[in-house]
């Protein structure tokens, strides 16, 4: 079985900082891409920022320049450091992974997703 485990969300105040992490654990082969979504009330999820194995990012436009996504591949651990964070921010995120399992990897990988972080912006 494959875990995904966040921390670091929080409240914070308009343009401050929270640094999101996600690691993953369990039976892993191997980890393609790893991502954050965030879903706000009375919303869809979305994506907010993903990395490949190979280090390729890519932003949603409404976080590009503000966000920054990054992962340790020696400790299966993707991160999101959230900068100039505004009231619409405020959501709960979720990692997602990309994973090959040792019992599972010769028939591909499937998503994971961890549990949520609540990430709340106000004054």
């Known amino acids: 079985q494959v875990q995904l485990v966040e921390f670091g969300g929080g409240l914070v105040q308009p343009g401050g900082s929270l640094r999101l992490s996600c690691a993953a654990s369990?039976?892993?082969?191997?980890?393609?891409?790893m991502g954050w979504y965030r879903q706000a009330p009375g919303k869809q999820r979305e994506l907010v920022a993903s990395?490949?194995?190979?280090?390729?990012?890519n932003y949603a436009d409404s976080v590009k320049g503000r966000f920054t996504i990054s992962r340790d591949n020696a400790k299966n651990t993707v991160y999101l450091q959230m900068n100039s964070l505004k009231p619409e921010d405020t959501a709960v995120y979720y990692c997602?992974?990309?994973?090959?399992?040792?019992?599972?990897?010769?028939?591909?990988?499937?998503?994971?997703w961890g549990q949520g972080t609540q990430v709340t912006v106000s004054s």
């Open positions: 997602n992974a990309d994973i090959s399992t040792w019992e599972t990897r010769r028939f591909g990988s499937k998503d994971y």
């Open positions: 369990g039976s892993i082969f191997s980890i393609n891409a």
């Open positions: 990395t490949t194995s190979g280090g390729s990012t």
